[in-house]
Antibody, heavy 125, light 111 residues
Framework: QLQLQESGPGLVKPSETLSLTCTVSGGSITNNNYYWGWIRQAPGKGLEWIGSIHFSGGTYYQSSLKNRLTESVDTAKNQFFLKLTSVTAADTAVYYC?????????????????WGQGAPVTVSS | QSALTQPPSASGSPGQSVTISCTGSSGDVGGYNYVSWYQQRPGKAPKLIIFDVSGRPSGVPVRFSGSKSGNTASLTVSGLQAEDEADYYCSSYSGIDNHWVFGGGTKLTVL
């Protein structure tokens, strides 16, 4: 089964760029049943979908973040990445990378079936 | 403010059944059978427990079931057990803007 692991700095200064890496194991990032996504959870709050990327490079971004957000993928390393620019305290959250299933056999579907353990990120000077 | 509306809390005694609602619109819950539910225990990552309204992943107890009527989806936990105490989140595809949205979460307490 898939395993996902986030990595990256736990502390980012305001106005700087938040960068996270997700390493996928137990399966290939080129599996055409999946997008690869990011979801965050601010302290004491609910879940917020940030965006998802297909291994071909196609992306879906949360509208409120799209001007600051870039997602990318490295198929050779089985990794995908998140970059969020011009961060503020409002971006402080636990960031989860997820496998975002969109196909099951011949059927369309959408759900987040495997989650990383989460990477806490604090935006503070 | 979350796109989908869930009650902030729910509770029940061991052995009882509890149902958690998730209300959206015709652009998300009502328009597509792509509602999923996630269980999150304190300090842990969420775990998928229901997909495509009523599908159950391998390993998820049959006590967990999902349904939908109109713009409202529901998660029912039957035969409540102490280990079911957790936060539960619904999610849906939103066809208006190709987004995926979540509810605000429901804290389930087993009395």
């Amino acid at each position: 089964q898939l395993q996902l692991q986030e990595s990256g700095p736990g502390l980012v200064k305001p106005s700087e760029t938040l960068s996270l890496t997700c390493t996928v194991s137990g399966g290939s990032i080129t599996n055409n049943n999946y997008y690869w996504g990011w979801i965050r959870q601010a302290p004491g709050k609910g879940l917020e979908w940030i965006g998802s990327i297909h291994f071909s490079g196609g992306t879906y971004y949360q509208s409120s973040l799209k001007n600051r957000l870039t997602e990318s993928v490295d198929t050779a390393k089985n990794q995908f990445f998140l970059k969020l620019t011009s961060v503020t305290a409002a971006d402080t959250a636990v960031y989860y990378c997820v496998s975002h299933r969109f196909r099951d056999g011949n059927f369309e579907t959408y759900y987040f079936d495997y989650w990383g353990q989460g990477a806490p990120v604090t935006v503070s000077s | 403010q979350s796109a989908l509306t869930q009650p902030p809390s729910a509770s029940g005694s061991p052995g009882q059944s509890v149902t958690i609602s998730c209300t959206g619109s015709s652009g998300d819950v009502g328009g597509y059978n792509y509602v999923s539910w996630y269980q999150q225990r304190p300090g842990k990552a969420p775990k998928l427990i229901i997909f495509d309204v009523s599908g159950r992943p391998s390993g998820v107890p049959v006590r967990f079931s999902g349904s939908k009527s109109g713009n409202t989806a529901s998660l029912t936990v039957s035969g409540l057990q102490a280990e079911d105490e957790a936060d539960y989140y619904c999610s849906s595809y939103s066809g208006i803007d190709n987004h995926w949205v979540f509810g605000g979460g429901t804290k389930l307490t087993v009395l």
